[in-house]
């Protein structure tokens, strides 16, 4: 029974790596490097004018990269494996970090060293995503069961099976909201402490540099060693790079039905093709993407511009005393200098948000292994984000106290919190559950399962004919224990796609709105991509019952 599964298929250190290093560590290091970079362009560089449009062209090249190098990482860990990409994420990222305080100049040097971090932020990023169904998949043992109960007619269906992806997402969303506070607790106060001991304020960010430098080495040792012999991961190498499907036969020792069990050698083109069609064809992972996609914007609309619009609520009303006079549109991290109550009123908003998204995480998590089949937990938070998301700018003011102060204030963030976290941890596990309950006879193309998988599948086919006491609704024995696993990283990069997509277009669409329409837009813009989410899960499971009634009229 489901009940006597073991809850993962990973050892106990395997999961313990992936909750406590490849999860944290993936936001600890972004979140590092975006809150001390304009002190290192100041500081270390030198640039007292435009380090604003400096910070943000750095930025936006960060994203534009991770554009393209998230879906490679992932069809590259198809290849070599999840644990080889988070070994190299990690040391990438340390050797950036490295290299980015040794700049002298914003272009070229100070721009290469941020998109070589961004390569290295892109793959473990997106190995969060394609480790989960790693660590949570059935084994053998569970697929034999799974098939035998198959064989029945009343027996349920894949999406109510009881899968451990879902509770782990939850303390996955929690645990990278803790590498963000590691982040913010540890590393950012470095160079103040470096300082202390005497060190000069340049000398002292070239410090703090190093020294998350080595944590990020650390991290990817830890890595090397922690996820050794994953499931479904033995037969991946470096050398798996230049093998192609026609080597497959001789990586695997059971013969052609080992490409379907997490070893083929796809072409790259198909991996990738493959894992973007599999997005119209299987709701969860549809749904699963567009939940990276609204999570990744989410985030920009927490960080970004929740301290932006407050800067402008203050300046407008001339709160900032004889800083007022400059452009409301300022970089949001001129916003404690200029104007500290603006900043302490940002902090404790972004701070509430965060709070409550680290409480719910867990949460949603065990709400979503209750309910796989509709994903109400991921329908609640895009209505709590349509709601907070609109509520926000509509509010007489964001203080929360003195004359035109409202507590409520402290219920919108509160919505705002739960609709991010909501969507990252819903998100992650409707796509862990999508991938570990694709029917590849039905939804993958025929390119991806390659010329001796077809005929496998068509021969055990044929040595079933079929009867009148035959049900309908039958599959071949064979089809049913096929799981996607060996295209998880190629949707681990689509999703961060998406994710990365979502970040752009809010970034620059909101930032332009916000200067030519309302500081309000960018809030509107999210409250849309929640109602687009909310509607598309909402026809999801009414497709989805439709159809589970049509097949039991037919039974």
């Not at 449009?53 to 936006?60: C, I, K």
């Not at 169904?133 to 894949?158: F, H, I, M």
């Not at 991806?448 to 040595?463: C, F, T």
Request: proline share 5%.
């Amino acid at each position: 029974m489901a009940s006597q599964r073991a809850l993962f298929t990973a050892t106990r250190t395997q999961t313990l790596t992936y909750l406590l290093a490849v999860c944290p560590f993936s936001i600890a290091f972004l979140v590092y490097i975006n809150s001390s970079i304009s002190f290192v362009v100041t500081e270390l560089i030198g640039l007292h004018h435009g380090e604003g449009d400096a910070v943000g062209t750095l930025g936006f090249a960060d994203e534009l990269l991770a554009l393209a190098a998230c879906p490679l990482w992932g069809v590259l860990s198809d290849r070599i494996g999840v644990r080889h990409v988070c070994v190299a994420g990690y040391s990438i990222i340390a050797v950036a970090l490295v290299l980015f305080v040794q700049a002298k100049n914003v272009y070229p040097q100070l721009l290469l060293g941020r998109l070589l971090f961004s390569i290295g932020g892109s793959a473990v990023s997106t190995m969060v995503t394609a480790v989960l169904p790693t660590v949570t998949g059935r084994t053998s043992e569970d697929e034999s069961l799974e098939t035998e109960n198959e064989s029945s007619p009343r027996s349920e269906s894949a999406a109510d099976k009881s899968t451990p992806s879902s509770r782990l997402a939850g303390f996955v969303g929690m645990c990278a909201g803790c590498g963000a506070l590691v982040s913010l607790i540890v590393f950012l106060p470095l160079p103040a402490q470096f300082q202390k001991l005497g060190l000069s304020p340049s000398t002292s960010i070239q410090y703090s540099y190093y020294v998350v430098a080595a944590m990020a080495l650390l991290v990817s040792v830890w890595c090397l060693f922690g996820l050794r012999n994953l499931p479904g991961e033995e037969n991946k190498a470096w050398n798996s790079l230049w093998s192609t499907e026609e080597d497959a036969g001789t990586l695997c020792d059971d013969g052609p039905s080992c490409a379907v069990r997490g070893k083929s050698r796809l072409p790259y083109l198909d991996q990738l093709s493959t894992a973007m069609v599999l997005g119209f064809r299987h709701s969860d992972i549809f749904i699963g993407y567009m939940g990276g996609f609204v999570a990744r914007a989410s985030s920009v609309g927490i960080s970004l511009f929740i301290p932006l619009f407050v800067n402008h609520y203050y300046r407008a009303q001339g709160f900032c005393g004889d800083n007022q006079n400059r452009e409301s549109g300022s970089s949001p991290g001129d916003i404690k200098q200029s104007c500290p109550d603006a900043y302490k009123l940002a902090s404790i908003l972004t701070g509430v948000s965060q709070l409550i998204a680290l409480m719910t995480a867990p949460m949603f998590g065990y709400l979503s292994d209750r309910s796989r089949q509709h994903h109400l937990p991921l329908l609640f938070a895009c209505l709590a984000g349509v709601i907070g998301y609109l509520a926000f700018p509509l509010l007489p003011s964001p203080k929360f106290n003195g004359e035109d102060g409202n507590p409520a204030v402290f219920a919108v963030m509160s919505l705002v919190g739960i609709s991010q976290i909501g969507a990252i941890v819903c998100s992650l596990a409707v796509l862990s559950n999508g991938i570990l309950s694709v029917n590849v006879h039905q939804e993958i193309p025929k390119q991806a399962l390659g010329p001796e998988i077809e005929v496998q599948i068509n021969d055990n086919d044929s040595e079933q004919p079929e009867t009148e006491q035959q049900p309908l609704l039958t599959t071949p024995t064979t089809q049913k224990q096929q799981r996607l696993s060996h295209l998880k990283g190629s949707i681990a990069g689509v999703y961060s796609l998406f994710g990365g997509a979502g970040i752009l277009l809010l970034t620059k669409l909101g930032g332009l709105l916000f200067d030519v329409l309302s500081p309000g837009a960018p809030f509107y813009i999210m409250a849309g991509f929640n109602g687009i989410l909310l509607t598309a899960g909402i026809v999801g499971a009414l497709v989805r019952r439709s159809k589970k009634f049509y097949a039991s009229e037919i039974a």
